[in-house]
């Protein structure tokens, strides 16, 4: 599952796309090959766009002037800056390494990206970030999902069986047809927050059952992931000592996490995202503001690219938040 940690190998892949598939209304998996990758592990992601051997469409382009029209078409069609994407999967086989991630389409470079085929390039700037840490002491962990935070959480879900965790996914989306996540049909979600059932035959290989809340009702709980693990604490009662809970999507849901940990003494993780540019900690564009008792504030701002996208949930001063 991981790869070889190798500092000679190139952070940036030439890569191409293995396949591509539709997993509900605006979710895709993207499946892509690379050469080869430096190790990575659950919580890190990948820095991709449309390669471009001719950068000579990369200029001052004067509006005024109908003959670079179809260069300003050509910029609008390829998106310019690498896009952030958590890796959902790694898998080694015979022709190299393939690198998964689940995207929903909200903007240019998703779109490009539904559109590509197998075979196209892709280039892949990979490993980035940091890791979700795997404590040596507590057994069980809570992988918290909403929307498309899922993606970490899957690949996170094989390495807890790996590392001998009971782990159950918790996951909220807005609709069944917003759901991400493939499901059995002859073992239907529950409808009672209580229970944890093996709903999803990529996580029944990882022994990890799911707790699936929609807003909508139209699959698991009705209503907001939040009541489901409210509800499923107190009917579980798990020991707050063996328990450990990591989760990534919409800040809100993930601040509801955090304060629900902090709360019971829980060790809780948080996957953050920001707008990143360069996704190497040099444009200083994806900060995040963390508690440092060195400074005369007790805060101060950290890079999502370089010193994340994994916190310890107790340290992140959401109200300060950009
Ligand atoms: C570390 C990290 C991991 C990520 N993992 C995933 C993933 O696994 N799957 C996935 O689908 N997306 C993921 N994202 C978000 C993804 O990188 C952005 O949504 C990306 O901008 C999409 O590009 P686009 O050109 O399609 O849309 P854009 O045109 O860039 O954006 C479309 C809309 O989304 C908003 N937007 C852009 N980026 C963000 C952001 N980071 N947070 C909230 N809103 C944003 C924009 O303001 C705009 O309204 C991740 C981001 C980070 C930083
Ligand atoms: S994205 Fe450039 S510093 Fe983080």
Not at 31 to 44: K, M, T
Request: net charge negative; aromatic share 6%.
């Amino acid at each position: 599952m991981t790869t070889t940690q190798n500092e000679s190998i190139p952070r940036i892949q030439a890569g191409k796309v293995h396949a591509l598939t539709q997993l509900c209304r605006e979710h895709y998996r993207l499946s892509i090959q690379v050469p080869n990758l430096r190790e990575a592990l659950p919580g890190q992601f990948v820095h991709l766009c449309a390669p471009t051997n001719d950068d000579s469409h990369y200029r001052i382009v004067d509006d005024q002037d109908d003959s670079h029209h179809q260069d300003w078409a050509m910029l609008c069609q390829t998106p310019m800056l690498r896009r952030a994407f958590s890796i959902a999967a790694i898998e080694k086989t015979s022709d190299g390494i393939l690198v998964d991630v689940i995207f929903r389409v909200v903007g240019k470079a998703t779109q490009w990206m539904a559109s590509l085929s197998p075979d196209d390039p892709v280039s892949l700037l990979a490993p980035l970030g940091n890791s979700f840490p795997i404590s040596s002491t507590r057994k069980k962990a809570w992988l918290i999902a909403g929307g498309v935070g899922l993606p970490p959480m899957l690949w996170l879900a094989q390495a807890m069986k790996q590392h001998e965790k009971q782990a159950t996914l918790f996951y909220g989306a807005q609709s069944s047809q917003l759901l991400a996540l493939d499901l059995d049909k002859g073992t239907p979600c529950s409808t009672d927050a209580t229970q944890a059932v093996l709903a999803s035959p990529s996580l029944a290989a990882s022994d990890v059952p799911v707790v699936i809340s929609t807003d909508d009702g139209s699959v698991g709980i009705h209503g907001h992931i939040g009541d489901a693990i409210e509800a499923h604490f107190a009917s579980t009662a798990p020991d707050p000592d063996n328990l450990i809970m990591y989760t990534c999507g919409p800040e809100r849901m993930m601040r509801f996490v955090a304060d629900f940990c902090s709360e019971r003494n829980i060790e809780c993780y948080v996957c953050v995202e920001r707008a990143m540019a360069c996704g190497t900690g040099t444009c200083q564009s994806c900060v995040v503001a963390i508690t440092d008792e060195s400074d005369p504030q007790g805060w101060r701002y950290k890079l999502c690219c370089a010193e994340g996208p994994v916190f310890n949930a107790k340290t992140v001063v959401w109200d300060t938040a950009p």
